[in-house]
């Protein structure tokens, strides 16, 4: 009876020592990437300082540290990260209240990955809140990064305007809300 007592509780102690692994890799603060903490750093295109700027954003009563671009004809951010196993890009996508009534034809925000050798396109969403009011927040976006996992890449972001063979560029005040790497 004490040897199956005994057994029993090393079972026990295995388990909880898995669970407490397993819940402390999902919930690693380490392994996530605050991209806004390395927007300094990161190459901007076109390289003018006054299209680029980090700041407290409110849409629809939710406030987000975003990197808010002006409109331009189109522009590109990348930053050079190594991405973790089972690593995402997570991201909310707004345009500035401002341009919220005011026309124009949105703007165009999409996301790809250079491993150096090819460029690869992994996400694209049109945002245009004047015509369509469901826009006017922030959207949230969810890219699978994990064919990455281990590598150092560019992972880049443009924004265009919302029809760019038209190039209307009027109201395009695109926000990058809290972009981060993390592990799902």
């Known amino acids: 009876m004490k040897g199956n007592r005994a057994v029993i509780t090393a079972a026990l102690v295995v388990v909880l020592l898995l669970v407490v692994w ?16 390395r927007f300094a750093q990161a190459r901007k ?26 409109p331009v004809i189109g522009t ?4 050079r990260v190594a991405v973790p196993d089972d690593g ?8 500035k209240p401002e341009a919220w ?6 703007v165009l925000f999409y996301v790809g990955v250079s491993d150096g050798r ?20 922030w959207i949230p976006a969810m890219v699978d990064l994990s064919a990455y996992s281990g590598e150092e890449v560019d992972l880049i972001f443009n924004t ?3 029809k760019p063979e038209k190039g209307d560029i009027r109201n395009d005040y695109a ?7 993390v592990q799902r």
């Open 118 to 137: 090819a460029f690869e396109q992994l996400f694209s969403q049109h945002v245009h809140p004047f015509a369509n009011q469901g826009d006017r927040k």
């Open 22 to 37: 397993w819940l402390a890799k999902r919930s690693n603060p380490a392994a996530t990437v605050q991209l806004i903490d």
């Open 101 to 106: 009534t005011q026309e124009g034809d949105g």
């Open 160 to 162: 265009r305007s919302g």
């Open 88 to 95: 995402w890009l997570k991201v909310d996508l707004g345009v």
């Open 175 to 181: 926000l990058w809300g809290e972009p981060a790497i």
């Open 45 to 70: 295109q076109p390289d003018d300082a006054s299209l680029y700027s980090v700041i407290d954003a409110n849409l629809d009563g939710q406030t987000k540290k975003a990197i808010a671009i002006a």
């Open 76 to 79: 590109r951010v990348t930053f």
